[in-house]
């Protein structure tokens, strides 16, 4: 089956750090490139980062340069999300996305994971 | 940053009847050496994650009902659906893939009316 799944979230405290994982199955993961794309409760969806297939190309959302790493593991089929110096405004539900196609990073998300929750707070 | 901008944030329609959502981008979207707009319309239902229903602003995903259809160019989008049914209620966002930051309109949420 064509899935991605994500882990890794939780409750950590605003300055604190957590790193997120997408695990894919179903495609060859190593022929895509990936985002992250979150969601604050109850509202709408703001992407965070892309990255190339050889992890060549990286792009962040400007909220949260300098404080998250994307990264991946082709070998492992896996997608990751590093997060420092964390803020009660990246709270939110962190979905892991599929780039649609693999020749561009123009392209749409075609396939979701269902998300973590990642809650910020003392 | 490109600017999507949703109408109506919600609205509410009777089974059967016709549901219209507009999205306007703060720059056009359209790439002119493939003729193509960049622009994706999305589903999320409750608790779920988004799906793909429409790309190339006009391009139905595969197994999507055609009672979605998308439309517009440059700047000025439309999703409808042309007879609601009861599956259909959730929240639209659309999203352009043109240019990073790749940003979303804030949604309007379909409810029967």
């Known amino acids: 089956e064509v899935q991605l799944v994500e882990s890794g979230g939780g409750l950590v405290q605003p300055g604190g750090s957590l790193r997120l994982s997408c695990a894919a199955s179903?495609?060859?993961?190593?022929?895509?490139?990936m985002s992250w794309v979150r969601q604050a409760p109850g509202k709408g969806l703001e992407w965070v980062a892309n990255?190339?297939?050889?992890?060549?190309?990286?792009y962040y959302v400007d909220s949260v340069k300098g404080r998250f790493t994307i990264s991946r593991d082709n070998a492992k089929n896996s997608l990751y999300l590093q997060m420092n110096s964390l803020r009660a405004e990246d709270t939110a539900v962190y979905f892991c996305?599929?780039?649609?196609?693999?020749?561009?990073?123009?392209?749409?998300?075609?396939?979701w994971g269902r998300g973590t929750l990642v809650t910020v707070s003392s | 940053d490109i600017v999507m901008t949703q109408s109506p944030d919600s609205l509410a329609v009777s089974l059967g009847e016709r549901a219209t959502i507009n999205c306007k981008s703060s720059?056009?979207?359209?790439?002119?050496?493939?003729?193509?707009?960049?622009l994706a319309w999305y589903q999320q239902k409750p608790g779920q994650p988004p799906k793909v229903l429409i790309y190339?602003?006009?391009t139905r995903e595969s197994g999507v009902p055609d009672r979605f259809s998308g439309s517009g160019s440059g700047t000025d989008f439309t999703l409808t659906i042309s007879s609601l049914q009861a599956e259909d209620v959730a929240v639209y966002y659309c999203?352009?893939?043109?240019?990073?930051?790749?940003?979303f309109g804030g949604g309007t949420k379909v409810e029967i009316k």
């Open positions: 190339w602003a006009s």
């Open positions: 996305a599929r780039v649609y196609g693999g020749d561009s990073k123009y392209r749409y998300f075609d396939l």
């Open positions: 179903g495609f060859t993961f190593s022929g895509y490139w």
């Open positions: 720059q056009s979207v359209l790439y002119s050496s493939n003729n193509k707009n960049y």
């Open positions: 990255i190339k297939q050889d992890g060549s190309e990286i």
């Open positions: 999203q352009q893939y043109d240019t990073p930051p790749f940003t």
